[in-house]
């Protein structure tokens, strides 16, 4: 049962194992617990994902008003993220769900079935109760199985092809599963065994059919698919949809734009504004939305070919860089270019004037931002400095912050989001744009390529400097000095400097989380758990 407590934030997964994993064996019992946590949350208040320790919160809360006894307090939490849930699941199409069963609900003498890799293959034999349950769910349309693994079902719930999932099992078998469940924010429903065991275990047979059955056509949620709206992104940067869109003349300033818009990249940043579009816009508006995306992926072109140029780097995605290839001067200019026609985009799109000037105003201010935190850094650069924590996470909101800032917020705004969730995305964009930055600076200091540039800002150099004792400063600055990597290094694992950045990083990824809360448009929201899932997977 312990599974279902590993819901969205839980960085004390171990926690649960100080609970009691007993479940109640009446069934009156467990059915009361289920209407009054069902009531409980009746009022829609808490919307998914919410962390363990709200999770907890709330099971305690129930406990105290209606007198459970303690040993129960983790029954209650799964049923507290089943209520949270539910409303979610309801609007999921049963064909877009995956239900699991556990090999351990089989009869051990009588069972008939064969093993192959997706896990255990039901003959219907009759002899338990997983083929009526098997047989009922595939009816309804799930991706039913059967498996006491968890590397079949995660790859299910990681490669986008189910948005939700209803299991049935204990902690031992179904605990590492969740993990992904709660990584990438899955509507989940939890039904424990009534008795964990390895063998001939039992279960609800009526409460498993409730939630299988359970499907709400009214729903007011809707939820936004990620892989399908990574694969809608990617269309608008084919040859042809961006010839449509950009109309090019033709000549070899403008084939270089085109060039630069087709070279690789993650679409991080047009991916983000399509969300924010589709989870505010009440109609699709392929016109509006591909020229929003668009334009937001070449701002982002320009400053990558102007931050080439200052940086002095050669290659970008494995080619040479627009400045090696054709020079500083034509560089500058399609970077230009670039920037020009991401504004153009904006004022072509069929939006109201008003909301026009809106984009405009904060790209622009967005802009602005950007080049004051770049100037800081080349500043720094030029005089030899090393910045400090404080202002090298300025610079980190200034430039990284500001294009998570830009690309939600050009979605949101021109899909006619309220003020109070354009503040809440205000702060997300702040605090995962840092943990972006910081977790790109550790992954650079532990390159063993040697690619680390010591000259350039790091937020590791910053907190190892401030570390040092006078001895070891001056050592640091004789090796700042003289570029040697491998004293910094040594002395970045003598004060555990790695571990510290991880801490902040952590830090900020929980700030992201956090920020989301009481984020209320809830297909947006799971998708932004969803993509911290993704970018942060080693440290959440």
């Not at 209606?66 to 064909?95: E, H, L, Q, T």
């Not at 609900?105 to 079935?113: A, F, P, V």
Request: hydrophobic residues 40%.
């Amino acid at each position: 049962m312990e599974w279902e407590l590993m819901v969205e934030g839980d960085r004390k997964m171990m926690t649960g194992l100080e609970l009691s994993l007993e479940v109640p064996l009446l069934s009156e019992i467990r059915q009361n617990i289920r209407k009054e946590v069902e009531a409980w949350f009746s009022s829609g208040t808490i919307i998914p994902p919410v962390s363990y320790s709200t999770i907890e919160d709330q099971a305690t809360l129930l406990l105290e008003k209606y007198g459970w006894d303690k040993k129960y307090k983790a029954f209650v939490m799964v049923c507290c993220g089943n209520a949270i849930w539910r409303p979610v699941i309801g609007s999921v199409p049963f064909n877009r769900r995956i239900f699991l069963l556990p090999h351990c609900l089989k009869n051990s003498r009588l069972c008939q079935g064969q093993q192959d890799e997706m896990g255990l293959l039901c003959r219907e034999c009759g002899s338990c109760s997983i083929s009526a349950l098997l047989r009922e769910a595939e009816n309804l349309g799930y991706v039913a199985i059967i498996t006491e693994g968890t590397t079949i079902a995660a790859r299910l719930i990681e490669s986008g092809k189910v948005d939700a999932v209803i299991g049935v099992g204990c902690m031992d078998v179904l605990q590492k599963m969740f993990v992904s469940v709660s990584k990438f924010s899955i509507p989940s429903i939890g039904v424990p065994l009534l008795e964990c065991g390895c063998a001939d275990t039992f279960a609800d047979s009526d409460w498993i059919k409730e939630e299988i059955y359970h499907f709400d056509s009214n729903s007011a949620f809707r939820l936004l698919n990620l892989n399908y709206l990574k694969t809608r992104t990617s269309s608008i940067f084919g040859k042809e949809q961006l010839s449509r869109i950009l109309e090019p003349a033709g000549n070899s300033t403008e084939n270089l734009v085109f060039e630069s818009l087709l070279a690789g990249g993650k679409r991080l940043r047009p991916l983000l504004t399509v969300l924010a579009f589709e989870a505010f816009s009440n109609q699709i508006e392929p016109y509006n939305l591909n020229r929003l995306a668009l334009s937001v992926e070449c701002f982002h072109k320009a400053s990558l070919i102007h931050d080439d140029i200052e940086d002095n780097d050669e290659k970008r995605y494995g080619t040479e860089t627009i400045h090696a290839r054709y020079g500083v001067p034509v560089a500058i200019n399609i970077g230009d270019l670039l920037i020009g026609e991401g504004y153009r985009l904006i004022t072509e799109t069929r939006l109201p004037a008003g909301t026009i000037c809106d984009c405009i105003k904060m790209v622009s201010n967005g802009h602005r931002k950007l080049s004051v935190g770049q100037g800081i850094e080349l500043m720094a650069l030029r005089n030899h400095e090393i910045l400090s924590t404080e202002e090298i996470i300025t610079v980190f909101e200034y430039k990284t912050s500001t294009a998570f800032r830009v690309s939600l917020l050009l979605g949101a705004t021109a899909a006619g989001a309220d003020a109070g969730s354009i503040s809440l995305l205000e702060q997300f964009s702040r605090s995962v744009g840092i943990a972006y930055q910081i977790k790109d600076d550790l992954e650079d200091f532990k390159n063993e390529n040697g690619d680390f540039e010591i000259r350039k800002p790091s937020v590791l150099v910053s907190m190892l400097l401030e570390k040092l004792t006078s001895d070891d400063r001056t050592l640091f600055q004789h090796a700042f000095q003289n570029s040697n990597i491998e004293i910094i290094q040594k002395l970045a694992d003598d004060y555990n400097i790695r571990q510290s950045a991880e801490d902040l990083l952590k830090d900020y990824i929980e700030e992201s989380e956090n920020s989301l809360d009481n984020f209320q448009n809830i297909g947006l929201k799971m998708a932004l758990h969803e993509i911290l899932g993704n970018i942060f997977k080693e440290y959440i």
